[in-house]
């Protein structure tokens, strides 16, 4: 029989091999040190979610950024007519980084869609990983520059079908 604290060390380490792989697998640390995500999976908090529960709520401060290991979410934005699911996050995505790239509040409510588990990285650590790995900074460009480029697309269609038709 394994004694209780060899099996948890070792359940541990299992877990942080998992932790490891899944971060691998998402498009902005795919280039990272394997050592240093697992340093960052290691300082990183395992969470979960059931559906419904949200991870964070539009307004809140930026203290964290979320790795989706498993399970969908919505992105929510409050409006004056209510709220507004503007996209989905699936696995390997991140979220939250908006607010600590740019040091704002929350700029919308993430709300689990089915259950849910994400890897919790602070503030604190997301910033020095950007600082050592620039290579880093490049892949979050190319993230928010995508959202961006489907955000302009979606309002330019809903502007258009706003506007009257032009006589002819």
Known sequence: ??????????????????????????????????????????TSDRMTYKAGQDLF?????????????????DIIVSSPAGEIKVADVELNSIVGEIAILCDVSRTATVRATSPLEVLRISKEHFLKLLSDFPEMAVEIMRVLADRLNHTTAELTAARAAKQPQMAQ
């Open 1 to 42: 029989m394994v004694p209780r604290t060899l099996r948890q060390g070792i359940e541990t380490l299992m877990l942080l091999r998992d932790e490891v792989e899944m971060l691998r697998r998402v498009p902005i640390f795919s280039r990272i040190a394997p050592a240093k995500l697992k340093l960052l999976a290691f």
């Open 57 to 73: 709520h539009q307004g809140d401060v930026g203290d964290a950024a979320y790795v989706i290991l498993s399970g969908s979410a």
